[in-house]
């Protein structure tokens, strides 16, 4: 269903997603047109198509060269968005609160990569620091992922 919803939206932004037989990455934006590699499954292009669509909303131009630190900051935004569209604080509340105790019952239950999970939790820990507060939940990013409620 997340594909879908990202179909969607690209379509709603005039934006058209193409495949092609990459073989040194899985997706890219060129103007209005987003390519995706060829051979993934849906969960996988789910996970790269809501990066790409991140770009479309955080970067202008070309940011392939991640040399320039200006580049790797817009590829770091539109992860992250990415990350929130597909995953979010509140979505591992929810893949804990569902009984998920590993990464892969989590990826499953949030219908990402595991990949896309681990790199999303190690983009979370570098942005909130060891742990979160979200409503009446703790999510520790260190020494391993936890959620525990909070009882007051």
Same mark, same amino acid.
């Given at each position: 269903?997340? =594909? #879908?919803?990202?179909?969607?939206? @690209?379509? @709603?932004?005039?934006?058209?997603?193409? #495949?092609?037989? *990459?073989?040194? =990455?899985?997706?890219?934006?060129? %103007?209005? /047109?987003? =390519?995706? &590699?060829?051979?993934?499954?849906?969960?996988?292009?789910? $996970?790269?198509?809501? #990066?790409?669509?991140?770009?479309?909303?955080?970067?202008? %131009?070309?940011?392939?060269?991640?040399? !320039?630190?200006?580049?790797?900051?817009? +590829?770091? @935004? %539109?992860?992250?968005? @990415?990350? /929130?569209?597909?995953?979010?604080?509140?979505? !591992?509340?929810?893949?804990?609160?569902?009984? $998920?105790? /590993?990464?892969?019952?989590?990826?499953? *239950?949030?219908?990402?990569?595991?990949? *896309?999970?681990? #790199?999303?939790?190690? $983009?979370?820990?570098?942005?909130?620091?060891? $742990?979160?507060?979200?409503? /009446?939940?703790? !999510?520790? *990013? +260190?020494? =391993?992922?936890?959620?525990?409620? &909070?009882?007051?």
């Amino acid at each position: 269903m997340k =594909y #879908e919803a990202l179909l969607n939206d @690209a379509d @709603a932004e005039g934006l058209t997603i193409k #495949e092609r037989p *990459f073989h040194t =990455y899985d997706g890219r934006i060129k %103007g209005k /047109n987003i =390519y995706l &590699r060829k051979g993934m499954t849906t969960t996988e292009k789910a $996970c790269v198509l809501a #990066e790409e669509l991140g770009h479309h909303y955080t970067a202008v %131009g070309d940011i392939l060269d991640m040399d !320039i630190t200006s580049n790797r900051k817009l +590829e770091r @935004a %539109g992860r992250l968005h @990415a990350y /929130n569209r597909m995953i979010g604080l509140i979505g !591992i509340i929810n893949a804990y609160e569902h009984g $998920c105790r /590993n990464y892969y019952e989590m990826a499953e *239950f949030l219908d990402v990569t595991e990949d *896309f999970l681990k #790199e999303s939790l190690e $983009c979370y820990r570098q942005k909130y620091g060891r $742990c979160v507060t979200l409503d /009446n939940y703790i !999510i520790y *990013f +260190e020494p =391993y992922l936890a959620v525990m409620e &909070r009882i007051d």
